[in-house]
DNA sequence: TGTACGGATGTTACCGCTAACAAACGAGGC
DNA sequence: GCCTCGTTTGTTAGCGGTAACATCCGTACA
């Protein structure tokens, strides 16, 4: 009906754009840009009328036109093996912290522990030009690092720690501590309590848990007192259930075994739930250790001796890596990779 | 040096755009885009032409791109008030396993609990232009209403209950169950058992929290048993800690104390540990329940009696009613508004 | 008084993709 | 044989910003 109709507030959404802030305040789109991005690069009284018809507008500019414009679209591609891992969440969190406040955008994917899902999950998480890259672990695919090698950003693997020689032809930043130290750490202090049938169960058998039970075997060897058979892994998710069931197990098929390192905390509540329900004194009869020192296991009747690993320090530490890496002008990090050893503690509480 | 340098492949990030496929397979760049979302709208001979020079190129079409020209970025802003309550993370995980499979990518916001946190945080999200919203709770701020009237993308509010009448200026859909009713039940079970000095614990005095306690005050009331010197209610965020520390504190006012309500599994735990700490018999002197049924509840010693609450349901469901509002082409769901109702189940076990 | 210079602002040309419309083409109907 | 129609493909014109360069202006200096 009415014949070229005005639209005094552009956009499909409806949303106010740049230009209408342009008009509303007598200058050009650019200066707009300007004035709300680096506001000591225009005069005071332009960066006031922009400001107050702005406001007035309720502008807020999209950071998509500007993702396409700037080749930076403030989103980092964060994957991680699972949400209900309590380790993980925690990761999670440290870098969605440090991320926040700099204006960063995590983009989290779930890869379920698979390689080849990560690989998956990395392809369409790269479809939103993500400005960065957080990975768990080491173990991807050969598409995964052809695909990591093809990347101009920055990207950091955390949880774990490249060892000697390994990527020579791709140079990885790592942030995390030895999860094999950390095993072996277990093993020799459970040895050096005194124990001489020292069992392992294990759940969840990723490379990390993996190489956890390889230093804590290592330990036992070390301290003469290894034997295979008390080892009991098993493919299956972590759970306080699992804990509970595979103590059993043990305790059947091994009755003399008189320490156990479960490679979660949740197994290990899980054992000692069982234990006070099967009448077993602990750490009487039977050592208990636990790993990762998750919430409450200072809390657990009695409580439990684990090792704290520094899970939300390497999400922050990988954050902060990150940021440096993508502001920096010129991409350095890609030639002069780090690892960053975060730690872990052995936590000697009253299980064993 | 050169004149005129070619360039076999465009795009500042040096990946290949649908102008170097396009040129590959002989085509426009507008049947690269029609071959690779529309299959069926080209000819077979192109389509296989196009699929072949894509593969080649390694070509990832830039959702950046797509996002500007067509108005869709295929994200969907989650809003939570923290990572670090399981709660959250099983509704995240049930939303992130629905949308994932259709495209969409969540953008993980946490509020901390504070609506204007969550005003603020919705802001910047919003800068993302994502396809719809996933919010936690029903409690806003003025400006966080006026920012959901003015979108014209689907929005969904979890975790509780449009109460009758209620927002009537701003239709919102809503996915939960009544904290209400499910404190209720709690307190209902424990008259029922007989209990008459019945106190309550909580903690992270959020308004879905209060909520659970207002239901169990209501049924201690119709039970004529209600108490209110045996409410013990603090700020902190709940922990296992908490809940220890919090028995005793009840314990040393109120020793006469027989059934006690924590509001979250996690202060149910820790009050059972520390029950078994200082020996008192649970059920048999001190009646315990808790909520929301974290993993572990069904194993501590003795079980613990709580409610199953169906966070991870909510979070399918939430994305589902989400993922139909951003398809249908008349967003018919605004008038419409929805209240679904999912229930909550109360696990007795030993504790009561 | 002419000129070089630095700061403030505007202009132009995209970023990589897609909606909408236009054109080209072959098939079938009369 | 001409016309209409449906299918396949191409063309044009942006989406809403920003980089890079151009222009304008007042001022300090010779």
Redesign the interface.
């Known amino acids: 009906m009415t014949a070229t109709p005005r639209k005094p507030r552009s956009s ?3 949303r106010a754009t740049m230009a209408d802030v342009a008009a509303a305040a007598g200058v050009s789109a650019m200066t707009v840009s300007r004035a709300l991005r680096r506001p000591d690069t225009v005069s005071e009284e332009v960066r006031a009328r922009v400001d107050e018809a702005s406001r007035r507008l ?1 502008f ?6 500007s ?2 414009a700037s ?1 930076r ?1 403030m989103t980092v591609a964060v994957l991680i093996p699972s ?2 891992n309590a380790v993980f ?2 990761l ?2 440290g870098v ?2 440090t991320l ?1 406040p700099q ?1 960063y ?4 994917g ?1 890869t379920g522990y698979g390689p080849e899902a990560e690989e998956r999950v990395l ?7 993500p400005d960065g890259v957080i990975l768990s672990g080491l173990d991807h695919t050969p598409g995964t690092w052809d695909l990591l090698r ?1 990347l ?1 950003i920055p990207v950091i693997h955390t949880m774990d720690l490249t060892a000697e020689g390994e990527h020579s032809d791709c140079p990885v930043q790592t942030v995390g501590f030895s999860q094999f130290d950390a095993g072996y750490a277990v093993g020799a202090h459970l040895a050096a309590r005194g124990r001489r049938r020292i069992g392992l169960i294990a759940g969840q058998l990723d490379p990390r848990t993996r190489q956890r039970c390889d230093g804590w075997r290592q330990a036992l060897r070390d301290a003469g007192r290894h034997d295979p058979a008390l080892e009991l892994m098993v493919p299956d998710a972590t ?3 699992l804990g ?1 069931e595979l103590l059993e197990r043990t305790l059947a098929t091994h009755p003399d075994t008189d320490a156990l390192f479960l490679c979660n905390d ?1 197994l290990a ?2 054992a000692l ?2 234990c ?2 099967l009448g077993i004194p602990v750490p009487e009869r039977l050592a208990v250790a636990g790993f990762n020192d998750l ?2 296991a ?4 009695p409580p439990l001796t684990t090792v704290a690993t520094p899970r939300r320090a390497i999400g922050v530490e990988a954050a902060r890596l990150l940021i440096a890496g993508m502001t920096e002008r010129t991409p350095k990090s890609r030639e002069n990779p780090r690892r960053v050893d975060l730690g872990f503690r052995l936590m000697v509480r009253e299980t064993t």
């Open positions: 499909r959404s409806g309720g807020v500019p999209s950071r998509v036109a993702a396409l080749a679209t949400l209900t969440i925690d999670l969190a969605q912290e926040s204006g955008q995590p983009l989290v779930i392809r369409t998480q790269l479809a939103h030009d093809g101009t759970s306080v259930a509970a949740d509540q899980g739930f069982q006070a329900r919430a409450g200072a809390w657990t009747v």
